[in-house]
């Protein structure tokens, strides 16, 4: 891990001391103010906007007894030195998160502070992918009133093609909600599990619904069947091995999410199957009594597992849907997957706050209509895509 000091490097000495250690003759150890690395590798996904992406995390730690902030962050081919994205300042201060707090996001950390940044790239299509990329950072330290550049946090980049899925639920509207690649709810849902980190909620997706007047509910929103999702069947995307469900939680009572909920009832009702090469499909949130699976059943692709509630952390009925490379819906950490077959209808450019208005109040979304609609084969619908799957 090499760094080039901009100015001041001679303070450098002050930040740590060091003991004496035994070196390979051909590497130079030297002394950095930070320590980094990716939590998990990359990996690759195509997406419903005709590009690919990345989805993933660098931890930081700043190791100086002083404010440590990063002012640039460029993704680079660690074979070529290229640039394959830059991060200036703004995009950082809603990138880092210390303590990977979800909401607190800042480029300033204080002295002896880990932060997490969550990163997304999007390379287009045409363009190439790199094998390994490497993160060019520099940033300030009040230590030595000055800046360094070091190059930290190199990792493979996974191109494995995702698991090709069928549809989740049958039928037209259905809203991909909190999304790839963006939206911080499920993005940034970091969990530390048994003394280590896991992202499980990478690639995940909160499927609503929408009714001829583009509304998510009609009439009282606290109301679980006022909302048009619930109660709407669960489906198995691929054949595999239930391993693992819950059918017992009463549903919420929709427009908070609860308060002090067991970490094992997060999830609510669920279901999850073994659907092969390392790789399970999780849904969270069914209806109680509604789940018709049982660990050990095998099912095909299409068998009915349950139906859409309102269960476990949750403030409105809704299908939350991931894949995971772990048993554990949340001890695992998320993977990319993709869809056989769909189409897109209309994407709701308004973004997350209208989302989140029309769940709450009954108003429609601000939908912009893809006419005709947009068909699309083996990709990831992105965040706030209206869904329609094939009858």
């Known amino acids: 891990m090499g760094f080039r000091v901009v100015t001041a490097w001679l303070a450098l000495a002050a930040l740590t001391s060091v003991t004496a250690v035994a070196a390979e003759p051909s590497r130079e150890l030297q002394l950095t103010p930070l320590v980094a690395e990716v ?3 990359p990996r690759l996904v195509a997406g419903s906007d005709g590009q690919r992406h990345l989805v993933y995390e660098l931890a930081v730690s700043n190791i100086t007894g002083g404010i440590m902030r990063i002012e640039r962050l460029a993704i680079v081919d660690a074979d070529t030195g290229k640039p394959v ?59 030595i009133d000055g800046d360094m550049q070091m190059s930290v946090g190199q990792t493979d980049v996974i191109v494995t093609p995702p698991h090709v899925l069928g549809p ?46 583009d509304t998510l509910v009609v009439g009282d929103t606290r109301e679980v069947a006022n909302y048009h999702i619930y109660g709407e069947q669960v489906l198995a995307v691929a054949d595999g091995e239930i391993v693992a469900m819950r059918n017992d939680l009463g549903d919420q009572v929709p427009g908070a999410l609860p308060a002090g909920l067991p970490l094992d009832e997060a999830d609510g009702n669920f279901v999850v199957i073994d659907i092969g090469s390392g790789a399970y499909a999780a849904y969270a949130h ?17 068998d009915v597992l349950g ?17 995971v490379d772990g048993a ?19 994407v709701d450019e308004a973004g997350t706050e209208d989302f989140d208005r029309a769940e709450a109040t009954g108003s429609p979304l601000t939908l912009t209509r893809r006419s005709p609609p947009q068909q699309f084969t083996n990709v990831l619908p992105l965040d706030l895509s209206v869904v329609d799957w094939p009858d």
Do not use: M
């Open 328 to 346: 554990s819906p949340l001890g695992s950490n998320g993977v990319p997957y993709v869809f056989d077959s769909f189409a897109v209808t209309a």
């Open 286 to 302: 069914l209806r109680k009594g509604s789940v018709t699976v049982k660990a050990g059943d095998r099912v095909r692709r299409g």
């Open 85 to 143: 994205a830059t991060l200036d300042p703004d995009e950082l201060a809603r990138r880092v998160t210390p303590g990977a707090r979800r909401g607190h996001e800042t480029a300033e950390l204080s002295a002896y502070q880990f932060a997490v940044v969550f990163l997304h790239v999007a390379i287009p299509d045409e363009a190439p992918v790199p094998a390994r990329i490497a993160h060019d950072l520099t940033a300030h330290f009040d230590v």
């Open 39 to 41: 939590i998990a590798p």
């Open 168 to 213: 989740p639920l049958r039928g037209k509207g259905y809203v991909a909600a909190d999304g790839c690649c963006d939206s911080i709810r499920h993005v940034r849902a970091l969990l530390g599990l048994d003394g280590q980190f896991f992202l499980a909620q990478r690639f995940a997706i909160d499927w609503e619904k929408i009714d001829g007047n």
């Open 307 to 323: 139906e859409v509630g309102n269960t476990g952390n949750s403030q409105a009925p809704h299908l939350h849907f991931h894949v």
